[in-house]
């Protein structure tokens, strides 16, 4: 009796030929990746070149490989000559020069606001320091200048735009933790008070290069914070016009 001999092998099942194809196009691919790295124009326009002919001209961009970054530069670019001489942006013929004859103005000007204690002047250890508590400006708690306030503030600021120098807006408070959803801690609101301090001088027409605003919340009290009054005095905003080099 005669048995049928098994079929024949028929060879390999049709989808291997295109899983075959598919890993040899991820290999392509892969190797372009790896090369990119250390690629150049000349040799990317080749690998371009093969791989439109491989995968077909819309699956590979035209556009050349970009430029590695470089390093940042913190500094920024040099200054031109004209921005040299701008250093500091002091008027070019300030009408108030000298010390005395700035505390002077600044007296004229403010002198309803001294007269009431709203305001206090005097000379700081780099210039003309004027000071002003939280009472006389803003709400506990607040960054917002009162309305009463601002043409005081805006009265200062013609003073100050006609002297050279820099011009340092610094916030100070109390020893008592803030506690605010709008505020993390003292140094943040005595911040915020220091710039909207900057913000009336700017409007008024003070050369912005010229102003620095600073928050030291509690740290550099005037008084030991020991009672309500001593707190009072430290929560306050100085003003410093720090004279001008010669």
Known sequence: MRYRSKATA?????????????????????VMLYSMSVIDNERYQQLAESLRQVLGPAVVQEDTPQAAPTVVDL???APT??????????PSDPEYDE???????????LAEELAAGEVE????EDGVLLRFPERAAFALGSKEISDPFVPVLE???????ET?????????TDDIPIRSDRFRSNFELSTARAISVVHVFKDAGITPERLIAQGHGETRPLEPNE????????RRVDVHLIEADD
């Open 121 to 124: 002047l005097g000379e700081g």
């Open 10 to 30: 028929r060879g390999s099942p049709a989808w291997m030929t295109t899983f075959a194809d598919l890993m040899a196009v991820l290999v392509v691919f892969f």
């Open 164 to 172: 050279p120098g820099m011009i340092r807006v610094a916030g100070h």
């Open 155 to 161: 009265r200062v600021a013609g003073v100050l735009a």
């Open 75 to 77: 500094e920024g670019p």
């Open 99 to 109: 010390t005395a004859e700035i505390l002077e103005a600044l007296q004229d000007a």
């Open 227 to 234: 009672t309500s009054e001593q707190r009072a005095r430290n």
């Open 81 to 90: 000559p004209e921005q040299e001489v701008r250093d500091d942006l002091p």
